[in-house]
Structures are given as C-alpha cells and as structure tokens.
C-alpha cells in the first residue's frame, strides 16, 4: 500500500472527533496493508474505498456541503463538519462590520441559526456547528426538533441571523447528509439576504476551511448555545397560514406524503391549520425514517417513490395527491388527468388516469395564482423568476398581468436573490410563493397554494387540468421534458459538452435552429443578462427550445426540452377539444426533438 496514504489516513484518524468513524477507518486500513491476505479482492476493495476516501477533500461551493457518510476528507463526517462550521464563523466575524459603541453584547459575534433533519447524524453536525460557533462568541440559535428546511430559511430572516445552517441531503440517498449555508443579517443586506450562498461567498468561505489546520486546532464547548422552543415554528405556521384566504372553499380530499422525511407533522399543521380537514397522510411513509424503507430513491420525481401515494388516493377517491421530499422544499402534485387514462389491466390509479404534474406545469399554475394575487397590491409590478431551463410561459403569465420576468441560472440561490421577487420556481419542484418570508423554496407553502387553488376550481366543476388548458389557449400550449446522459467516467463530460459544442444539430424536429447560444460566453452584459454558466441553448425557428448543460449535482448531461404549440381560436362547428389536439401534436414534436438530442449525445440505439 502507498506509504503516503497510510501516513495521510493515520494522521486523519489521530484529529478524528467521532470514534465510530476513526474505528471503521482503522479496520479499513489494517485489511488494506495485509500483504499476503487470504482474500486479496477484499484487501483490493479496502484500498480502493481508502484511495476514494482520501482522493481529496469534499468541496464546499454555492450548495455547501453534500456526500455520502464515513470518515475520511471526501466524505460527509463531523471531522468536515466542524471544519466547515469553523471556516463559515472566521467568513462571518471577517465579514461582520465593526462593533459600535452604542452597540450592546446581542451584536458582538455572529449570529447564526441552526436547523436539521432527521437522517444519520444531521442531529449530531448541528450540534457541533453549535458548539463551535459559541466557542468563537458567536451566538448558536438551535432549532428545537428535526425541521424542514423551510423552516431554517424562514428562521435566518425572522431572527435577524447572520448566517443559517442548514444539515440535510434533501432528496439524496440515504447514506448521504449534507450543510446548506444561508447569509443576512449584517452579513447580506441586499436582495439576497436570507438566500443560500452564491459567488464569492463559497470561495470565501471555503478559503477559511482550507486555513483551518486540524480539528483538534478548533475550540468547542460543550454548552452555551440557545435551543429555540417551538415559538420558531409557530411563527413559521403563522407566515404561512397569512397566505390562506379563508373565504374561499375547503371541500378537497387531499392524500400527503413526505416520503419519510421531516415535513410530515409541519405540512398537517399548515393545512389543518387552513381548513383543510379531509387529509389523509400516506401511513407507510408519515414517520421520518432515515433508511428511507419505501422508496429507493426519496424524490416525488423518481419512478416509483409516490405509488403508495396514488394507491391511497385510488382507494379513498382523493382529488388530489401532495408530496413534499424529505426536507420539505419541494412539493410535487398529482391529479387525475381523463387523457392519460387506459383500460389495460385492473383499475389502479394510473388507469384512471393520474398523473403527476410536470414542474413546470405547477410553476405556471402557481405563477398564474400570485400574479393574480398581488394585482392591486403594494407587490403590483414585481417580478416572477425561474431559471433559464424552466418553461418559458412564466414570462407570458407575467406580461399579461403587467409584472416583470426574470430568467436566472439554474438553482434556488439565484431565483430567490431577484429583486422586487413575488415569485420565483424550477422545473425541478422548487417554488417560492411568499419570498419576503422564506428566500427559498418552500414545499410547504407552495402546497397551501395549491390546495387552495384545487379546491376553489373543484367548487366550480373543474380540475387543475382545465387551468392549464386555460393558460395553454391563452399563451400557446408549453410543453416540456427532459433528456439525461448519465456518465462512469466524469471526464467524459466536458468532452461531451465541447462535442455539442462543436457539431450541434442544426435541426430540432425539423424545424431549423436560428439560435445557438454558448452560456458559457455570458457576463453581465451577455445572454439574458447572467453570469457565465456551463451550457448551450438552441432555438430553432418553430419556437423549439432545447438547452444542454451539466448537472450540478449528478454525473450526468441533462438537455431541458420545450416545444410551443399555438392554439387556434375555437368557431362553431370546430373540435371542442382544441387543447387535446394541439397535446398530441406537442407530444410528437416533443418526441422527435428527444429523439434528435438523444443522437447528439451519442445515446442513439
């Protein structure tokens, strides 16, 4: 075994603060320095999974912290935690302004607040991110349970915080955890204050936990940091239930799920709290559970992870289904749709036609919803915001309501930062309908909003489906989807990107591309006004829209599709079903765009 990784894993599990993890890395490295093992593939692992282990440290940048538990530099452990904890409290006392003399003891140190979840230690980094923000005078403001990230986001701005911490992996896998970083307070005064970090604060910060010598080398006490009570969520419930509007009906039968996250008992209170007393909480999934039992992956977008949901809804004759992943910043939604429905097989819920919505089609609704909600109010002439892969109908909805639209780079730390925001959403189920309250998305509030808007539309006869039919004869029928490449070898991205790059197809289902921009190119003053992002965007001459970029999160290459079919007018004696009929020529087009970028990408056959 390489001498240097020995003394380079030794050295780690010397400074390692959890035992647990120094154990496991001393088992791993006594199998892997056996030269003459009677299981030499086992040995083979034990040095691959040392060689992974330490390849490297996790990177902290605009999404904080994110990776798969265990010790080591390049896993998710409270070694790293604390290093980062120490690092963010030298940014924030760097980037704190002056102590006054008028100033009191309440404004001597950073003050940041600290939430988590429920899966494999989250409870245990918010605990040491407490001790070591107190032990460098700061001022540690604990969530009193595991809460949903919503909460934490609301905290940062009700308290006057700082900084927010927020330890999840969000929908991740279960051997995952993760640390969300906010910025306020004195710290991010702008429109931004209360948002996740963007550029330069994560280089900053992550400058500063490069600095840090060991973990040994940071002080932490034992005690001294505030455990909120339950004061903080009360405040929360209370923000949100502002957005209900008491008058209008109640009359839905809603199926929820958390998928076994910490927003369950939150998103009952929100919308009992509201009226809505015909709540049915999908029983296997309501406990959060770490292990995650039910689903393989916990995200309401993955195959699979809302069956249990539709299942129930099936049974009780539900009008609608919420889902929220297991931080609660996302909320997905589904309904009966009569097109999608078949007859093969049994009756079950998908032959009845449900269906979950599209995020993009939940973003245009909700859009819709608070643009109609802020006419003839102090927030008339605000801006809706999504990011440059979602749908572009957002801007259509605000320019018939007289309000402004922003595009932004993918990711909720840009949308919710927009100044004069009243909306902001991604494709990917992220919405924020009340952004003066949480600069972030909010799966709990955005499911007030769509509950509240399913049952008025109920009342009159109709469904969320006729809503978007609404808007599809209105702005021209959107139609979205998605294409990924997912890749073993990382490096194959970059050259995946400059192949696109290079020879990009000059048609998108038939239609001529008029448009190639490289996002790459951008700055201030470049497309759309953003930054530089890894990316590339077609446009061809129908309107067709395709954009291909790296995920941020996953090995892949993901292509954002979108096709606009306009709706004519309706005259007697014309198909009634105008909107049908321009979803199955979507449907092709869409179909054949697919097909088109799937080629591009090498994924043909």
């Given amino acids: ?111 940041v607040v600290i939430g988590y979840d429920a899966r494999h230690n989250s409870d245990v980094f918010a605990r040491d991110t407490a001790a070591v923000v107190t032990a460098a005078g700061g001022h540690a403001l604990l969530l009193p349970d595991p809460l949903p ?222 643009a109609r909600r802020v006419a003839g109010t102090s927030h008339d002439g605000g801006v809706l915001a999504s990011s440059i892969v979602s749908s572009r109908l957002l801007g259509k909805i605000a320019a018939a309501h007289g309000l402004t639209h922003r595009a932004t780079l993918t990711g909720f730390k840009w949308i919710s930062r927009v100044e004069g925001l009243v909306f902001g959403y991604e494709e990917a189920l992220g919405y924020c309908v009340d952004p003066a309250q949480v600069r972030d998305k909010d799966g709990l509030s955005a499911a007030l909003l769509l509950a509240q808007l399913a049952a008025r539309v109920r009342a009159e006869g109709r469904t969320l489906v006729d809503l978007l039919d609404d808007l599809a004869r209105e702005h021209g029928l959107h139609l979205t989807d998605q294409v990924s490449a997912r890749f073993s070898d990382l490096g194959q991205i970059p050259a995946t990107m400059a192949r696109v790059r290079e020879q990009p197809p000059a048609t998108l289902a038939g239609s001529p591309v008029v448009e190639t921009t490289d996002l790459s190119l951008g700055s201030l003053d470049g497309p759309e006004g953003l930054p530089p992002t890894d990316g590339l965007r077609l446009v061809a001459e129908d309107g067709t829209r395709v954009i291909i970029r790296p995920s941020g999160t996953e090995p892949k290459v993901k292509c954002y599709l979108e096709v606009i079919v306009p709706i004519p007018t309706g005259r007697d004696g014309e198909p009634s079903d105008l909107v049908g009929e321009a979803r199955r020529t979507a449907r092709e087009r869409l179909d054949a765009v697919r097909a088109d970028v799937t080629a591009v990408l090498g994924l043909a056959g």
């Fill in 149 to 370: 990230t919503p909460v934490l986001a609301f905290a940062v701005r009700h308290l006057g915080a700082d900084a927010g911490v927020m330890v999840t992996a969000s929908h991740n896998p279960p051997q995952d955890n993760g640390y969300k970083v906010y910025l306020g307070g004195r710290v991010v005064t702008d429109s931004g204050q209360g948002a996740q970090i963007v550029q330069p604060y994560d280089a900053e910060i992550a400058a500063r936990i490069a600095a840090i010598p060991s973990v040994a080398s940071v002080p932490r006490t034992e005690s001294g940091w505030t455990v909120l009570g339950e004061e903080i969520l009360e405040a929360y419930l209370g923000a949100v239930g502002a957005l209900a509007e008491p008058e209008t009906p109640r009359e839905l039968r809603v199926v929820l799920t958390p998928l076994h996250g910490v927003g369950g008992r939150v998103a009952e209170l929100v919308l009992r709290g509201a009226g809505f007393s015909d709540l049915h909480v999908v029983p296997e999934q309501a406990v959060p559970d770490p292990t995650f039992p039910t689903v393989a992956f916990p995200n309401p977008e993955e195959p699979g992870a809302i069956d249990l949901a539709l299942a129930l809804a099936h049974e009780l004759d539900a009008d609608v289904v919420l889902a929220n992943d297991p931080d609660a910043d996302r909320c997905a939604v589904a309904l009966r749709d009569a097109r999608t429905m078949t007859h093969a097989g049994p009756g079950d819920a998908r032959a009845e036609g449900w269906r979950m919505l599209h995020g993009d089609e939940v973003g245009a609704l909700l859009g819709e919803e608070v």
């Fill in 1 to 111: 075994m390489d001498p240097d990784l020995t003394a380079t894993v030794e050295a780690w599990i010397t400074d390692d603060p959890d035992p647990r993890t120094a154990e496991h890395l001393r088992e791993l490295l006594a199998v892997a320095q056996d030269e003459d093992p009677e299981d030499r593939a086992l040995r083979d692992v034990a040095r691959a999974e040392l060689a992974d282990r330490f390849r490297g440290t996790l990177e902290f940048g605009t999404a904080g912290l994110r990776g798969a538990l265990g010790g080591g530099p390049n896993r998710m452990n409270r070694a790293v935690v604390i290093r980062a904890a120490a690092g963010l409290v030298r940014y924030l006392t760097d980037a704190l302004p002056p102590r006054s003399p008028e100033h009191g003891f309440d404004v001597a140190g950073p003050r």
